[in-house]
């Protein structure tokens, strides 16, 4: 081929390409925006995957723009709010923002852990060491005193599980101890109790997945008062036997009360007494920007809710965004606690999404019914897993029940007594060889092997399951915001029958 006839043949690609792409944004997007979605129809080819795309890509942006984070009590938490907030009251909704406070726990930038003697030396964050989560903030430079460590073979360390370990412990010293037996929280709280300033805890060294450093927590009710580390084996092993030992240990975290908010935007109209909540948390760990986790189900959520501002739903449906649930599901429980037992008797049922993107997916549906962990929802819950299984089944597509086990922000309507369901696509949970025979991905690793980690960005999705699983969504909620004769027995709009959920609606 010549210059010229290329020159031509790219001329032409380039039309023909701006004619598809056109087709395909005026099929999108203008259509989508100038129509009802009022079925089922309408609404899935609209909620599209490009479309909740583009919701992850804001909230990687706001992590970006904000310490690479968006937890609750951060800016790139509120600026995670502010999002929604705009997004919602462009698209007509009545949107509520709920403050609370809560008990925040977060690193507020590097951290320290630097030898001062004998050798002069700093240790890399991540690779030789990291913050205990729920550390309290300190700045410590202390000669540091070994608690009952155990170099054999096994290495059976029970280090710092007992009082006695600290006996003649140097008042004003590190406590250099060994993963193993009992809890962080226990060790370190023991340290305290002996004097210690900071501690140090390594890994144990007893199998070769128990060397590196790990995200460990002392939780919520640690009460040492003193700065914790995680650190490696081989460091551990280093320090132990070196002396005149002095570290610099620095946790540079908040730690204590905070406020942070629930989003909540509802359908201006619909019935009253009949009010259909879906929710996803809002808020990510403090390692990483959370776009799977829970960048997905609030993207879906948002696109949804736009694509759905036209229909003039049968009930009223309430969309929420929780925060503060990676600190144990505080927004969510908020809200519930804070309803009266009218407001409570008002929702129908609620409908959960937390991680519905994981790059090596599996269909988990919550298991409403018991049938696959024994622990059923509330009455209703069992014919919401039905609705999903039915779904999936009509698409061709596999799933199974995931157990009740009251990890994410369904826990306070179960308690609440309130119908729930939903999906998720797995955690730190390991892929089995027969799943992934179902769904493809890799047996032997998790579903998201970024689950709470500085990698669950944008490019960690399944775009398979991120677009199922939205236009999943999307048909539970359009059919329930018309008619929930399943759950309640009433009257709901005709065409949404669920005798009438033939293949039309569900292909
Ligand atoms: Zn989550």
Known sequence: MNRRSIRVAAALVAVLLSILLFTAVSAGSAACANRTNNTFDKLLEC??????RQHQAALQAIADAHGGDRVSGSAGYDASVDYVVDTMTAAGYNVT?????????????????AQVAPLPATYAEGPDYRLMTQTDAGDVTAAV??????????????SGCEAADFAGFPVGHIALIQRGACTFQLK????????????????????????????????????????????????????????????????????????????????????????????????????????????????????????????????????????????????????V????SAELDRITLYLNFDMIGSPNFARFIYDGD??????AGPPGSAQIEALFERYY????????????????????????????????TGAEGIKSPEQAALYGGTAGIAYDPCYHLACDTFANNSDTALEQNS???????????????????????????????????VR
């Open 337 to 340: 606690n804070n309803l009266s």
């Open 188 to 335: 370190a709280e023991n340290a305290a109790a002996a004097g210690a300033t900071g501690v140090i805890i390594f890994n144990q060294g007893n199998s070769p997945d128990r060397v590196g450093t790990i995200v460990g927590t002392l939780s919520n009710a640690y009460s040492g008062g003193i700065p914790v580390l995680f650190a490696t084996y081989t460091l551990g092993q280093e320090w132990a036997s070196t002396p005149g030992l002095i570290l610099h240990m620095v946790a540079n975290v908040f730690r204590g009360e905070s406020t942070t908010y629930n989003v909540l935007a509802e359908t201006r109209s619909g019935r009253d007494d009949t009010v259909i909540m879906v929710g996803a948390h809002l808020d990510s760990v403090p390692l990483g920007p959370g776009i799977n986790d829970n960048g997905s189900g609030s993207a879906a959520l948002l696109e949804i809710a736009r694509q759905m501002a036209k229909v003039k739903p049968w009930n009223k449906v309430r969309f929420a965004w929780w925060g503060a649930e990676e600190s144990g599901l505080v927004g969510s429980t908020f809200y």
């Open 47 to 52: 909620v599209t995957l490009e479309g909740v």
């Open 145 to 158: 005193t070994p608690v009952d460590l155990n170099f054999g073979n096994p290495a059976a360390s029970t």
């Open 393 to 424: 089944a009509a698409r061709g597509l596999p799933s199974e029940p995931t157990q009740i086990s009251f990890r994410s922000d369904y826990a306070a309507f179960f308690d609440a007594g309130i119908p729930f369901g939903g999906l998720f």
């Open 471 to 505: 236009d999943a969504v999307a048909f539970a909620v359009l059919q329930y915001a018309m008619n929930v004769e399943t759950i309640t027995g009433q009257r709901g709009k005709g065409n949404f029958k669920p005798e009438k959920w033939g293949e039309e609606y």
């Open 97 to 113: 923002v709920q403050p609370f406070t809560f008990f925040a726990w977060r690193p507020l930038g590097p951290s320290t852990l």
């Open 370 to 375: 018991g049938s696959g962990f024994g622990l």
